[in-house]
């Protein structure tokens, strides 16, 4: 364990390892200030690791924004990223399956021997976030209660709206295509050799999610889709793009919520158009220090009414 300063605060630091099949060890990486506080459970996107939400600087991250205001945050380091071993590689064989089935599930059983019975918010990130939403579909029984959850930058699929939108998406698409090729693995920026990057399979098997009508499990065909519309999702925050960043649009957001079918939903716009002091992409969505007073304080009294129905927020919508 290890301690760090945040803001005025000064916060704990403790890193668990995770087995999965295969031998893969996972890094859980737990961030607080107190040891009662409500779970939080973290995962970051494609091509990204643990730093997304905790990264190295004492104003900005949600991982410590949450644990100053009293939560127990537990952030979720998938297989080949950050100091999860081994690293991925050209030989790494594992796909969304795995992350999904195995992964997620792992982690969310070590955060549950830790805080044992405590209702859980669980949060993510693109590629994240469709990660937990599968996984809450598979899990027949969950390891602890879900309260809610909050995705940032939310999408299935990227929606080519314009030709701006679809130039920069080829570019993207062909620095992955590049990168899985030369390297076997890929990073959000589209290049190989990152730590944080994912394998060659979680690449082609994300874009065929973004492409395609159905929503399948690429190994076992288990439909996601029709599992999350028949079975309830705890009450849901939404934080979406307004500017003519890639990833996370409004409107990509807006249909993934569709595919969920009906549940408790805000949805909630980012960016200069909405008040807020700059316009973010995905990633900086959670690593700028500006975050914190645009949108991070809304989470933190979105939480807070989920914990006590009896008090009113003010969100805005997109």
Same mark, same amino acid.
């Given at each position: 364990?290890?301690?760090?300063?945040?803001?005025?605060?000064?916060?704990?630091?403790?890193?668990?390892?995770? %087995?999965?099949?295969?031998?893969?060890?996972?890094?859980?990486?737990?961030?607080?200030?107190?040891?009662?506080?409500?779970?939080?459970?973290?995962?970051?996107?494609?091509? /990204?690791?643990?730093?997304?939400?905790?990264?190295?600087?004492?104003?900005?991250?949600?991982?410590?924004?949450?644990?100053?205001?009293?939560?127990?945050?537990?952030?979720?380091?998938?297989?080949?990223?950050?100091?999860?071993?081994?690293?991925?590689?050209?030989?790494?064989?594992?796909?969304?399956?795995?992350?999904?089935?195995?992964?997620?599930?792992?982690?969310?059983?070590?955060?549950?021997?830790?805080?044992?019975?405590?209702?859980?918010?669980?949060?993510?990130?693109?590629?994240?976030?469709?990660?937990?939403?599968?996984?809450?579909?598979?899990?027949?029984?969950?390891?602890?209660?879900?309260?809610?959850?909050?995705?940032?930058?939310?999408?299935?699929?990227?929606?080519?709206?314009?030709?701006?939108?679809?130039?920069?998406?080829? %570019?993207?698409?062909?620095?992955?295509? &590049?990168?899985?090729?030369?390297?076997?693995?890929?990073?959000?920026?589209?290049?190989?050799?990152?730590?944080?990057?994912?394998?060659?399979?979680?690449? /082609?098997?994300?874009?065929?999610?973004?492409?395609?009508?159905?929503?399948?499990?690429?190994?076992?065909?288990?439909?996601?889709?029709?599992?999350?519309?028949?079975?309830?999702?705890?009450?849901?925050?939404?934080?979406?793009?307004?500017?003519?960043?890639?990833?996370?649009?409004?409107?990509?957001?807006?249909?993934?919520?569709?595919?969920?079918?009906?549940?408790?939903?805000?949805?909630?716009?980012?960016?200069?158009?909405?008040? *807020?002091?700059?316009?973010? *992409?995905?990633? &900086?969505?959670? &690593?700028?220090?500006?975050?914190?007073?645009?949108?991070?304080?809304?989470?933190?009294?979105?939480?807070?009414?989920?914990?006590?129905?009896?008090?009113? &927020?003010?969100?805005?919508?997109?």
């Amino acid at each position: 364990m290890s301690t760090f300063p945040w803001g005025e605060s000064r916060l704990k630091l403790e890193e668990h390892t995770v %087995t999965v099949s295969g031998g893969h060890q996972l890094q859980l990486r737990r961030c607080y200030k107190r040891t009662d506080g409500p779970p939080v459970f973290l995962v970051a996107g494609f091509g /990204q690791d643990s730093s997304l939400f905790l990264p190295n600087s004492t104003q900005a991250g949600l991982a410590p924004f949450l644990a100053t205001a009293g939560y127990d945050v537990f952030v979720a380091e998938l297989r080949g990223k950050g100091r999860s071993w081994p690293l991925v590689t050209r030989h790494a064989d594992w796909g969304l399956h795995a992350l999904i089935a195995e992964d997620i599930p792992a982690h969310l059983n070590a955060m549950a021997k830790l805080r044992p019975g405590a209702p859980q918010m669980w949060g993510g990130q693109g590629l994240g976030s469709l990660l937990l939403l599968a996984a809450y579909a598979r899990l027949d029984i969950l390891p602890a209660p879900v309260f809610s959850m909050v995705h940032f930058a939310a999408g299935r699929c990227c929606q080519l709206t314009s030709l701006d939108k679809t130039l920069r998406y080829m %570019t993207w698409q062909w620095g992955c295509d &590049t990168a899985a090729a030369l390297f076997g693995c890929v990073n959000a920026a589209g290049v190989g050799h990152q730590v944080h990057a994912d394998s060659r399979l979680v690449y /082609q098997q994300w874009r065929a999610w973004q492409q395609s009508i159905d929503w399948l499990d690429p190994e076992d065909g288990f439909d996601y889709r029709q599992a999350l519309q028949r079975k309830p999702l705890p009450p849901s925050l939404y934080f979406s793009l307004r500017d003519r960043g890639l990833w996370g649009s409004v409107e990509d957001t807006r249909l993934l919520i569709e595919e969920l079918g009906p549940h408790d939903v805000r949805l909630v716009g980012v960016g200069k158009a909405c008040g *807020n002091r700059r316009n973010y *992409n995905a990633e &900086t969505l959670l &690593t700028h220090k500006d975050a914190v007073s645009d949108h991070f304080e809304a989470i933190e009294a979105w939480l807070y009414e989920m914990q006590h129905p009896d008090a009113t &927020t003010q969100l805005r919508r997109a």
